[in-house]
């Protein structure tokens, strides 16, 4: 359980003690898969289940009336599914495995069940929903002010951190199953956009993305060339010991 992806994510925040992280494994105990391309999750759904994804990568989205999708974000190992539907009750947005995945189903009862017992894991999760919250603000920042590949640049390395938390990546680089499209329709780009600035990055020796690999090739270079700043993922170690 030590070494499970959400437990060294709400690790970062609060130190588990054996009888959290036993009260989080109870949290595994209904496991499901879903095959890519099936929604597990529809907009304006009503559900008293959320989902914490075990292995695999999803995304959520919003489709408008013109049918034009804004991915929201990518959701990887250790991060939750459906949250925020389960506490406003309806679900604002769609999620669908991008690959296929396995998830462990967490019934509302059994969450507000483990938070009573454990205050503490209830901070730890408040955290990362806060953390997903900075990440939006980001988001929106990429979309509104950083050219299109400081946007590109930015999000391989957030993309980088993340996965680096849970151990799925490090300053080389990191196994990525998104395709260009689905960059695209995160980024505000075209797909041939995203083609052009990827390219564009490799040419400047910063970064290069090829056959679900991505390797940073001067990962200081493209800090600098991104403006990034991972103080707002908060990896800065436990603030409840």
Known sequence: MKNTPLVRKLGTFVALSDVELSVIETLHKRRRTFVAGRDLVH????????????????CSYKILPDGERQIIDF?????????????LHMSD?????????????VMVGDLLDAFGKT?????????????????????????????AIERMAHFLLELGSRLALV?????????????QYLMADALGLSAVHVNRVLRQLREEGMVSFRDGLVVF?????????????EAYLDHGGPLLA
């Open 43 to 58: 907009q304006g759904q009503s559900d008293q289940a959320a989902y914490i994804l075990a292995s695999g990568w999803a």
């Open 75 to 87: 959701q990887i190992p250790g991060d939750f599914l459906g949250l925020r539907s389960v506490l």
């Open 93 to 105: 947005h769609s999620i669908e495995p991008i690959t296929d995945i396995e998830v462990s189903e």
């Open 119 to 147: 205050p503490r894991l209830a901070m730890a999760v408040l955290w990362a929903a806060s953390r997903d919250e900075a990440m939006v603000v980001e988001h929106l920042v990429d979309i509104g002010r950083r050219t």
């Open 167 to 179: 151990g799925m990546g490090n300053k080389s680089g990191y196994q990525c199953p998104l395709t």
């Open 217 to 229: 090739e001067n990962y200081n270079k493209l800090v600098d060339f991104a403006g990034f700043d």
